[in-house]
């Protein structure tokens, strides 16, 4: 029989095994396993939209004693400490990005964790049937996003992650966020072939049909798929925040002079 082989650049894959494996049905939660800077911001929005209890970035529940964090920073922790990946994450339906990379500087200083790298096995054993959304965008496209926002680029350099160790900025070259990139791909991939019981839906998010196929696969409506966060969505969310400022400067100086 002829093995099935991926094309890393391809549209629209969802599960893309064996036409004769059965496949699991969606069941929740639904854990984005992919980059991030590659529509998990759009993802999350969709499925809040579709009213499914979702998160972004951040895991737990804000009380008098605890505080949310960052979800990687929260997973790190608990398997560092023995509990299952997602133990008091908050109970969401659908974790849209589980990374950190707050770090800074080439000794590593801060937190960066991928638990889609490096925790799969653990969240296999506490969500033995979570369906695993593998979001992907053009990696040339992914590339540039990744230097524009926020020096994203060099935080993930600066990070030790499994196959990719830390690497300064001015060695840190493109085919070496590629090599990252493409990796992630082909462990998702082999992940569930290793553990059919997760259902594999695969979106390329800069494709026309991404709200399509999100829908075909999670029910919803396709008004629901926008994509967020993008470069444009940036800069105009920093000219309102200067806006803003003045006119904050200008009040506190009208009040002073008053």
Not at 91 to 108: A, C, L, R, T
Request: proline share 3%; aromatic share 8%.
């Amino acid at each position: 029989m002829r093995k099935r082989t991926f094309v890393l650049e391809d549209t629209i894959n969802i599960d893309p095994r064996y036409s004769h494996i059965h496949l699991a049905e969606v069941s929740y939660p639904v854990i984005v396993v992919g980059m991030p800077k590659a529509g998990t911001t759009s993802i999350s929005h969709f499925f809040s939209c579709a009213k499914k209890k979702t998160t972004h970035q951040y895991c737990g529940r804000r009380t008098r004693e605890t505080k949310i964090r960052e979800c990687g920073t929260l997973i790190k922790k608990n398997i560092e400490s023995g509990l299952f990946p997602l133990q008091e994450a908050g109970d969401f339906e659908v974790y849209s990005q589980i990374d950190v990379e707050n770090v800074k500087g080439y000794k590593g200083k801060g937190i960066c964790y991928f638990p889609q790298v490096e925790a799969l096995e653990e969240i296999h054993l506490q969500y033995p049937n979570a369906t695993f959304l593998l979001n992907k965008r053009n990696i040339k496209s992914w590339i540039e996003s990744l230097k524009n926002h926020g020096q994203m680029a060099q935080r993930i350099g600066f990070c030790n992650i499994t196959g990719f160790p830390p690497v300064d900025r001015l060695s840190l070259t493109d085919d070496m966020l590629r090599k990252f990139y493409e990796d992630q791909m082909r462990r998702v991939r082999a992940f569930v072939m290793k553990y059919p019981s997760h259902r594999l839906v695969e979106v390329q998010i800069d494709a026309d049909d991404a709200g399509k196929k999100l829908v075909d696969a999670f029910g919803g409506n396709q008004r629901c798929w926008h994509q967020k966060n993008t470069r444009q969505d940036v800069i105009e969310k920093r000219e309102k925040q200067i806006e803003h400022r003045g006119k904050r400067i200008e009040r506190n100086k009208a009040t002073t002079d008053g």
